[in-house]
């Protein structure tokens, strides 16, 4: 029903850019007296679930935030199944993923990924590459700052080789350094699970993101869960700085 609403509306403002931090996997499973590995598996079905209505509504990119630089202080057994499950839900999703015109790629440090992960990785960038339906981006071993810091000393390196000088360091030129760059403007963000924090996830990007938080564990984060997120997206006043009747002025 809501998204046949969202549909139906021509005046709807669809967000082009979507990122999601998918968290309350662990309690999904504590709650039915499971293990927190059990939450991991349930919470792909959302993915799938996610990836399939952002495509379809329209939205351009699609970034999910799926294991951050912190999360390796887990406990060593929990982050080897998240590796195994990284590992296993490329080898099955990706040639859907292509099928259905969709760009994938990881965004963060995957050095500290074994040999057979990164080859995965690198496999599934190059045989979507020149999909442009949608850019799904996976969020792993990311960190905000880390994303801040590699930018920043891309640009020193480039001023250290004379390639730039330091008035050509612009808000512009440091986000081309940024790992989304060329993507559009990050629109609204999402977190699943009561929290209501953004966990030095897209520091950057998020500047003048709208953000929707939802007690929804990610595990039940479906296909209506993430409409009402649009259709909240849809309500929102989006000033840039700007006053409410300035915003009306240009409409």
């Given at each position: 029903m809501i998204e046949q609403q969202l549909k139906e509306t021509n005046n709807t403002v669809i967000p082009q850019h979507v990122a999601i931090i998918m968290d309350g996997n662990g309690r999904w499973a504590q709650q039915r007296g499971k293990t927190r590995v059990v939450g991991h598996k349930n919470g792909v079905e959302s993915v799938r679930a996610v990836v399939s209505t952002a495509r379809k509504q329209g939205v351009k990119a699609l970034t999910l935030f799926a294991f951050s630089s912190?999360?390796?202080?887990?406990?060593?057994?929990?982050?080897?199944?998240?590796?195994?499950?990284?590992?296993?839900?490329?080898?099955?999703?990706?040639?859907?993923?292509?099928?259905?015109?969709?760009?994938?790629?990881v965004i963060g440090d995957i050095s500290r990924f074994s040999d057979k992960l990164i080859k995965k990785i690198n496999d599934a960038e190059k045989l979507t590459k020149n999909n442009n339906d949608m850019v799904l981006s996976i969020a792993a071993n990311y960190g905000g700052r880390w994303d801040i810091t590699h930018a920043a000393k891309q640009l020193a390196q480039k001023v250290s080789e004379g390639e730039l000088s330091v008035d050509d360091i612009t808000e512009q030129s440091f986000d081309q350094h940024t790992s989304l760059a060329g993507l559009p403007e990050l629109d609204l963000l999402i977190r699943t699970g009561g929290d209501y924090r953004i966990s030095n996830f897209l520091l950057w990007q998020a500047a003048y993101a709208e953000f929707y938080f939802t007690e929804v564990l990610w595990p039940d984060f479906k296909e209506e869960e993430f409409l009402k997120a649009m259709g909240c997206f849809d309500q929102r006043e989006r000033r840039f700085g700007q006053t409410g009747e300035q915003v009306k002025e240009q409409k």
């Open positions: 912190e999360n390796w202080q887990r406990p060593e057994q929990e982050v080897s199944v998240l590796m195994d499950l990284f590992m296993f839900v490329l080898t099955r999703e990706v040639k859907k993923l292509h099928k259905n015109n969709i760009r994938f790629q």
